[in-house]
């Protein structure tokens, strides 16, 4: 059972999940982040605890960056030691932060989000863990409260693009199209150059279904950027060739999107897995599941959909893992989908008829299915078949001697 997103022009409104380390408290703990510098230990004695500060962060952000060259950033280790300097430099708002980063990083959506908070209530003015907290807050599912975080950063911080670019986003997201069309409006007049205000048009077009606008957009906004910025545009036209039923150009906008800009690209992500299901390409729909689970840890649909995936592929116990750790994100949410897919999976090709019927019984329990359903057809075909192997195995069983 594959899930297939909901609304076609729904859009990650928000922020990029890979989000950068900063310091940004003092100007002393902002200076050169990224530089490391020997410390004698007569020069320690007379430093300032800013001074001492910056230099705890050059190691941390040092070592990190030098993980990241290396393709993968240990964030366990990471929030270890950013933890240890909350507790160290507990005023200090690039702290909690970047421990804020790190969590986010890992997953613990609601563990950053007190992390940033407690970064803006040391600096109000930390426009980027205000920005970051509103990530967070939406992924968390209150899209309300991340509108207002971003226009509190808007009001605080005119300059601050990104935050317009995401309240847009999430004004469009949230079904407020006009206000995200005049906001970005907004944003052309003040700067003609501002390519966020072309992409937020652009998709409020695509909800409308006015093609021709859309495509008259993404020209105008292609002369003034040659760049990643592009990728929305791509983007947006990719979701209008899919609505022209025209599925092998929407793919070469949507890996153009995510060629462009990789890390943020989430929606365009999901479109080239979905693409990739249906002319059963299962190679390339893991590889964009995985793109989307490694930008968003959290994402029940698309660890459910991987599980499929690996399922086409026929790696059966990657396509247990998958199913599994959807069942474990949706917690005490009901996710029957999860549940048929293992059922099916037990009893087609991994034969634990025990575990079938378990998981075939908790869909019925969910979802209750009409009686001419396969499933209960598929319930008494395990039931026959436990029956015949209890009765081998009493036949093959000595008889007991007093």
């Known amino acids: 059972m594959f899930v297939q997103r909901k609304a076609a022009t729904a859009i990650l409104a928000g922020l990029s999940i890979c989000v950068p380390l900063a310091c940004g408290t003092t100007k002393s703990a902002s200076r050169g982040s990224g530089n490391s510098t020997a410390t004698t230990d007569e020069q320690a004695k007379t430093m300032t605890p800013e001074q001492r500060a910056e230099n705890a962060f050059k190691a941390v952000t040092k070592n990190l960056e030098r993980q990241q060259k290396a393709g993968k950033i240990d964030w366990e280790k990471a929030e270890q030691r950013f933890g240890e300097l909350t507790q160290e430099y507990s005023s200090l708002a690039s702290a909690w932060y970047n421990l804020g980063v790190a969590r986010e990083q890992l997953g613990r959506l609601k563990p950053a989000e007190l992390a940033y908070r407690k970064a803006i209530a040391i600096d109000p003015k930390l426009s980027s863990a205000r920005e970051n907290l509103a990530s967070v807050v939406l992924r968390l599912g209150d899209r309300r409260q991340a509108i207002s975080i971003l226009r509190e950063l808007v009001v605080l911080d005119p300059e601050a693009s990104t935050a317009r670019l995401a309240l847009g986003r999430s004004l469009l997201a949230a079904g407020r199209r006009d206000e995200a069309i005049e906001l970005s409006q907004a944003a052309l007049a003040a700067d003609p150059k501002n390519i966020g205000g072309y992409c937020i048009l652009a998709l409020a077009a695509v909800e409308t279904g006015d093609n021709q606008k859309v495509r008259l957009l993404r ?35 949507f890996s153009e999107a995510v060629k462009k800009d990789p890390k943020s690209n989430f929606e365009a992500w999901f479109r080239i897995a979905e693409i990739s299901m249906e002319f059963k390409n299962f190679k390339r729909a893991v590889e964009s599941y995985k793109a989307v689970c490694d930008l968003d840890p959290m994402n029940i649909e698309a660890h459910l959909n991987l599980g499929v995936a690996y399922k086409g592929l026929g790696d059966f116990k990657r396509a247990e893992s998958s199913y599994k750790r959807a069942l474990a994100l949706a917690g005490k949410k009901d996710l029957p989908e999860a549940h048929f897919n293992l059922g099916v999976l037990y009893l087609r090709n991994l034969e634990n008829l025990s575990l079938a019927s378990k998981n075939l019984k908790k869909y019925i329990e969910i979802a209750a299915p009409p009686q001419n359903a396969p499933v209960f057809t598929w319930l008494q075909e395990i039931e026959q078949r436990l029956e015949m192997e209890s009765e081998m195995r009493s036949s093959s069983e000595p008889p007991n001697r007093k």
């Open 219 to 253: 020209d105008q906004a292609f002369k003034i950027e040659k760049g990643a910025k592009r990728a929305c545009l791509h983007f947006a036209i990719g979701l209008v060739l899919l609505s022209e039923k025209k599925t092998a150009a929407a793919l070469v906008e």
